[in-house]
């Protein structure tokens, strides 16, 4: 098994020394990506949409895409998906958005919970996926 962690360009940079934004593992013919919770910030790692779902939300999925695409992966390649809400009740709002980008054909595992607070004040989702696709010739 091989492992490496990225945090590709175009996405907000995590903090220094906190986290990586994907970790890849290489493992027999696939390649599985476990991306970290992302938070919908901005490069400045300020809150995009402040208490906002939808918007919130909106922005995460272009973040997890472009992390996916950085790594060769695509939406369809999600077999898990965590979601932490500040609002159980705001669920509908992220589920218009998330219905936009998930394959209703091959939808993922999936689990959303209510949380009573995320790490940024005014954020109020985190999504956090795995990915496997089929392991690139390298």
Not at 19 to 24: A, N, P
């Amino acid at each position: 098994m091989k492992k490496t962690v990225d945090n590709p360009a175009g996405v907000p940079a995590p903090p220094p020394g906190r986290y990586s934004h994907v970790v890849r593992l290489e493992v027999g013919d696939s390649t599985i990506l476990l991306l970290s919770g992302q938070c919908s910030v901005d490069d400045d790692l300020n809150v995009v949409a402040p208490h906002d779902t939808r918007g919130q939300s909106e922005r995460i999925f272009e973040i997890i895409g472009k992390i996916l695409d950085a790594h060769g992966a695509k939406f369809t390649d999600i077999v898990n998906i965590r979601t932490y809400l500040t609002d159980i009740g705001t669920r509908a709002e992220y589920g218009e958005v998330r219905r936009r980008f998930l394959d209703p054909e091959q939808l993922p595992t999936s689990t959303t919970v209510e949380v009573s607070a995320l790490f940024l004040p005014e954020a109020v989702i985190e999504v956090e996926v795995m990915a496997v696709l089929p392991r690139s010739g390298e």
